[in-house]
């Protein structure tokens, strides 16, 4: 009786969230506050200056600096969707989100963050292509090749983002406002059900397992023959630029997927709430932060770029 008062309740009042945050511990909240503040402008300059030194520079328009583009938009995208809400954690006593905007950034995030793992295994491919068949790249990654890969990655994300916030539609919420979160997401928005998450939580495994496992092996593959092929080159220095060709998505995907899979693909028995806040942390803010600086610190195109671009507005 308790639990269907609790339900109906839920049903009639559920126009708003309440959004916990990262920390309840006030003395953590101001230094919090700057830290991500920080991050997010770095964040920021660092996607949006990759984006405009693609943009600007013809030399860069190629199929690998063509993902790069997407990717850093992605980036950007799925941290403004995230990062501006969690700051209002940190300097208000309740970060109140309605339903419709909850619903809305779950969505986004979901998009864009199931974009990104399609995103970075077209990416390894690419590299596959470029190392093994450097002859027929032109060919493999034409610009109608590119343009429907890249209709794909947002094709799955748009599919895994539908999948997952119809689900959450369907369930009734109960009185409870409080998600236990710094953003909307499943996990904890699971936790506020009143009715069974059966359906939800099979989604979950199926759908993540898929926009994980998918391009995880697409990845493997790619390295395992990139690494098969840098092996049988006789040059030493040829090797090394191979490998720092690949090393800089090499550490993207691991800080992206490892923490992605940490986060869902384990039962919430084992990893409390807490923890996979941290968790998410890594995806949402610290990947998206790092990917320009891993992408363009080590990459002599980039540095190109930049260098003329300077020099053109200097001299304009």
């Known amino acids: 009786m308790d639990t269907e008062k609790r339900r109906l ?7 708003e969230l309440i959004l916990v945050g990262l920390t309840d511990q006030p003395g953590l909240r101001m230094p919090l506050f700057f830290l991500f503040l920080g991050s997010y402008m770095v964040t920021v300059v660092g996607n949006l200056g990759l984006i405009t030194l693609i943009g600007m520079n013809s030399h860069l328009h190629t199929p690998m ?18 990062t501006p809400k969690m700051l209002v954690s940190f300097i208000s006593e309740k970060n109140i989100i309605s339903y419709p905007g909850c619903m809305a950034q779950l969505f986004f995030f979901l998009f864009f963050v199931i974009s990104e793992s399609f995103i970075l295994s077209a990416m390894a491919y690419d590299r596959y292509v470029a190392i093994c068949n ?3 790249y032109a060919v493999a990654m034409s610009p109608r090749v590119c343009l429907l890969l890249l209709l794909g990655v947002y094709g799955m994300g748009f599919a895994g983002a539908m999948a997952h916030t119809a ?3 369907r369930l ?10 710094y953003m909307c997401d ?15 939580e099979l989604v979950v495994f199926i759908v993540v397992g898929i926009d994980i496992g998918v391009p995880t092996v697409t990845i493997f593959i790619s390295y395992a023959l990139i690494l098969s092929s840098i092996l049988h080159i006789h040059s030493t220095e040829g090797r090394s630029k191979a490998f720092s060709t690949c090393s800089s998505h090499i550490i993207a995907v691991s800080l992206f997927f490892g923490s992605g899979a940490f986060m869902y693909l384990k039962p919430s028995s084992l990893l409390p709430m807490n923890q996979g806040k941290v968790s998410s942390l890594f995806y949402t803010i610290v990947v998206p932060m790092l990917n320009p600086l891993i992408y363009s610190l080590r990459n002599k195109d980039v540095k190109v770029a930049l260098k003329k671009t300077l020099t053109r507005n200097m001299f304009s």
């Open 65 to 82: 600096y063509f993902f790069l583009f997407n990717l850093s938009l992605t980036d950007l995208c799925y941290s403004t969707v995230i």
């Open 186 to 200: 499943i996990l904890p928005l699971l936790e506020l059900s009143c009715t069974s998450t059966y359906v939800n």
């Open 9 to 15: 309740e839920g049903n009639s009042s559920m126009t």
């Open 134 to 136: 450097p002859l027929v």
């Open 167 to 169: 689900c959450m539609l």
């Open 172 to 181: 009734t919420f109960c009185a409870d406002k409080l998600v236990n979160h």
